[in-house]
Structures are given as structure tokens and as C-alpha cells.
């Protein structure tokens, strides 16, 4: 409700409120146990210079930015948080995530919300972590992957042009 003057006078105009819908689940609308999530982890910082002489101790910062790949973990449990559930029951819906090093789940569990996951970066893994992980240990037990230090040399090792 609000009243609008103008060239022909004095209006009342109501006001219709915006209509809020609750917001859903995303794309981890159908997330299950057992899926393979990944995070891309990137660090950033600033670093402060050694201002030159005669210049006031306020350096403009250096941002820098290192991008480490991605983390993958896999969904272990999906529950009810009936206390954060208790207005929104979309807020109560929680994910249990178990991150993965090598294919092998390490650590302990975290609590997530479903929400949440895509709010952090979340994403469903681009391929079976588990199963590559697996596949390269058996490919490294039957000798079909070596390490790159383990490789055949191409050419003969050669004598250096000088000597000390």
C-alpha cells in the first residue's frame, strides 16, 4: 500500500507481495548412498611487498591463486535432522560423505546438508574414483603400469662433453 502523487493527483496503488517458494534440493535432488562426489580445491592468499623507502607501510597486496585438482568422497549416509528440520524440512535433510585418497575412504565422516553441497563446491564425480583407483593397483601387481622412475631408457646414457 502506497500512495503515488503525481501529475493527476493522489493515488493509492496496494502492493502485492512477491510470492516465496521454498527453494528445492538442486541437482542433488536423487543423491543415494554410495555416490561419488568431487571438490575442486584451489588456495588463495594475499602476500603484502616490502614497501619502497619514503612510502607510507601500506602495500597493495599480491593475490595469488594454486589450483590442487580435485578432492573426491562417497556418500555413506543419508538421514533426518528433525531438529534443523523443524520449520523447513528441506533443512533437515543431511548427507553423511567420507573423503577418498586413492580410492580407499580415509578419515572420519562429515555431516553435510543435501542443500549445502552445491553451496560448496560440491559436484557428482566425473568418474568411478574407486574402481580407477582398483584398476591401478591390479595393473601395478601385474606389472602392465610401472612407474615413470622404473621406464626403459630410449637411448644410451652418453659421456659429458666436459669433465671437472
Known amino acids: 500500500m502506497t500512495w503515488v502523487y503525481d501529475g493527476s493527483g493522489k493515488h493509492w496503488i496496494d502492493d502485492h507481495p512477491r510470492v516465496k517458494r521454498k527453494r528445492g534440493r538442486g541437482r542433488f535432488s536423487d543423491v543415494k548412498v554410495g555416490d561419488q562426489l568431487m571438490q575442486r580445491i584451489i588456495s588463495r592468499w594475499d602476500t603484502y611487498g616490502k614497501p619502497p623507502p619514503g612510502v607510507a607501510n601500506d602495500p597493495a597486496p599480491v593475490r595469488h591463486e594454486k589450483d590442487h585438482g580435485y578432492a ?64 591401478v593397483r591390479a595393473g601395478v601387481n601385474d606389472g602392465a603400469v610401472v612407474g615413470i622412475g622404473r621406464g626403459k631408457r630410449n637411448r644410451p646414457k652418453e659421456r659429458p662433453l666436459y669433465r671437472l
Open 72 to 135: 573426491y568422497a562417497i556418500v555413506t549416509d543419508i538421514w533426518f535432522d528433525p531438529v534443523a528440520g523443524q520449520r523447513d524440512p528441506l533443512k533437515g535433510e543431511m548427507i553423511g560423505i567420507q573423503p577418498l585418497r586413492q580410492g580407499i575412504p580415509i578419515g572420519d565422516k562429515r555431516a553435510h546438508t543435501i542443500r549445502g553441497l552445491a553451496s560448496n563446491q560440491w559436484q557428482y564425480a566425473d568418474r568411478d574414483e574407486v574402481a580407477h583407483w582398483e584398476a
